[in-house]
């Protein structure tokens, strides 16, 4: 046995660490079912080709997640199965009853969760950073809702304003799911608050959230959509 | 323009190699879509995440299967979507109601189209018969429904009587669905027929049956199942 065990700091920074990428691992698992659930429902057979294809993609991100969790030393299921219901709200009370809601839910409300996820990566070691930074940072799939909305949008302007009107209330409920996992989840709490805290001080909960509906605005307009 | 053209030979047994990749193609969409509904409804963490693993793998081999069909020419999408509801009778027919039933319908209904593609690949030049052949034969899933049934049989043997009469309605169904596509699809039947003929002679539409139903019963006796 070697002696090299961590210090209490680096062991509570190593469980706060693997609570972030069981929380990583979980959302690419979800998206994974969702991608598969959108592509079984996809209008054209280019679109569910597309969308099995950025299903295979979260598969493959999630298992560098969980790679990483083992290197780390921790537990892949368990640390990924402590996430387990973690949008089941979130999906029950956003069920989209069209093809474009489907899509909005997906880009809209996923992306709050991505960007909570990247905001507090910013407190990890920079291996798991730029890990998750990557997982993150695909973009294959906002380009298939962006493409699909601007179709929409040249078609149907009632459908235009139904739509910000639903990611209106898909960004009020995905900050409810980072509201309520920073009041569970301490090791997530800390790892935000440190991020903001490499900010300029203040109330970073506060800078945290003004981040996340910043984002959630520009996201918004890229889809030509008033957030 | 080059001048180089096919000879009518040369065209029909390209036409006929496209039929072959297509259905491979749709075999794999068919599968990613029935292993994403199995990882969703697995019993436990790991055989989930396995399941994803799978589905993932179903889509990279139809992007090899639908580059080669791009290669020779053919478009993928219309070559693919001509076999869109190849195996919706065979689904209708076999709603599996049991977790165990879930995953003798992949192994031993799948199992039989899948042969079967091998059988008639077995006509195709040499580059794309070994890309069929290769994408066809993982063996991850066989080795996941083997080791679950091992399970299944040590505890309990009523379980097991009621799988060996699901599997023996599954084979019947799977070899309707390929007396059907030798039927309506000249191409395949040519395929097939070819390759029968590269034995002994004879009745090569009996031979394949023939060949078919034995691979069924190997397959049922590593599960440990009669056929």
Chains 1, 2 share one sequence.
Do not use: I, K, N
């Not at 070697?2 to 929380?23: H, I, R, V």
């Not at 493959?60 to 219901?85: T, Y």
């Not at 040249?154 to 009020?172: P, T």
């Not at 569970?184 to 109330?203: K, M």
């Amino acid at each position: 046995m070697t002696e090299t065990l961590p210090t209490g700091t680096q062991a509570a920074q190593s469980a706060d660490t693997l609570e972030l990428l069981g929380l990583v691992a979980q959302l690419e698992l979800v998206a994974f079912a969702r991608l598969a659930a959108d592509a079984a429902l996809a209008p054209t057979l280019a679109q569910r080709l597309q969308l099995t294809r950025f299903a295979a993609t979260s598969v493959e991100r999630r298992d560098r997640v969980l790679a990483r969790v083992a290197e780390l030393g921790g537990d892949p299921e368990a640390v990924l199965g402590s996430f387990a219901h973690v949008l089941d709200d979130f999906d029950a009370r956003t069920a989209p009853s069209t093809w474009w809601e489907r899509l909005l839910t997906a880009y809209v409300g996923y992306g709050v969760a991505d960007d909570f996820c990247r905001h507090a990566a910013a407190s990890l070691d920079e291996e798991t950073r730029t890990l998750v930074l990557d997982v993150l940072g695909d973009v294959g799939h906002t380009e298939l809702a962006v493409a699909e909305l601007d179709v929409a949008r040249a078609d149907d302007e009632v459908l235009v304003s139904r739509l910000a009107l639903w990611g209106r209330r898909l960004v009020g409920e995905a900050l409810g799911v980072v509201q309520s996992l920073l009041a569970t989840r301490p090791g997530l709490a800390r790892l935000a608050a440190a991020a903001s805290d490499g900010g300029q001080g203040g109330d970073g909960s506060a800078r945290l959230f003004g981040e996340l509906t910043a984002q959630h605005t520009r996201r918004m307009g890229r889809l030509g959509l008033t957030a």
